[in-house]
């Protein structure tokens, strides 16, 4: 029987280090569906959600974006059962899809993001209009993207579909000012 597939970097040909822009690797993402207009679900399954678009919640190393009414991305270093969450959300009439292998997570300091994200994305990305403890989906150079502000304001991750992984690392580092 051939070995299960296992987890590799959307970079691990690339050769070179790089302090500005790092890539986070073996996260735990889930994209969350609940059933809809049902305001307890987090309750029911045990997690705080956040209720309004665009917001984050968290709890311990456990991160809930909001994407759209009734839908969060859960993120986690830990890549544990949680605790029976599966279960708990089939139970509920929810849904768990694991994007853990579809999607690359890049990480960058929040004040040189803002800059450097300024050239290929349209959000306002001053710290009024994009505190802390948001998130917005939005494009980057044509490409898809999640963005999260972290709730210590000091970074940003970066969440894109593994197959654009290496252009959006490489359109980051042409955009990134002079070492």
């Known amino acids: 029987m051939p070995d ?78 949680r605790d029976g ?27 040189p993001a803002r800059d450097i994200l300024a050239k290929g994305c349209p959000l306002d990305l001053r710290p009024a209009s994009f505190p802390p403890g948001h998130c917005a989906q939005s494009v980057l150079a044509n490409v898809g993207i999640l963005l999260h502000h972290l709730g210590d304001g000091a970074h940003m991750d970066i969440y894109t579909a593994r197959s654009y992984g290496r252009f959006i690392h490489a359109w980051l580092n042409d955009a990134a000012p002079p070492a």
């Open 4 to 81: 299960p597939l296992t987890r590799q970097s959307a970079l691990a040909a690339r050769s070179g280090s790089d302090d500005l822009i790092q890539e986070r690797t073996g996260l735990w993402i889930q994209r969350l569906y609940a059933p809809d207009r049902e305001a307890d679900f987090g309750d029911k399954i045990g997690l705080d959600l956040p209720g309004q678009a665009n917001h984050v919640s968290q709890d311990k190393d456990l991160h809930a974006l909001w994407v759209a009414p009734w839908e969060w991305l859960l993120v986690s270093e830990a890549t544990a059962n």
């Open 85 to 111: 969450l599966a279960a708990r959300v089939a139970a509920s009439g929810g849904a768990l899809s694991d994007l853990s292998h579809a999607r690359m997570v890049l990480r960058l300091a929040a004040e």
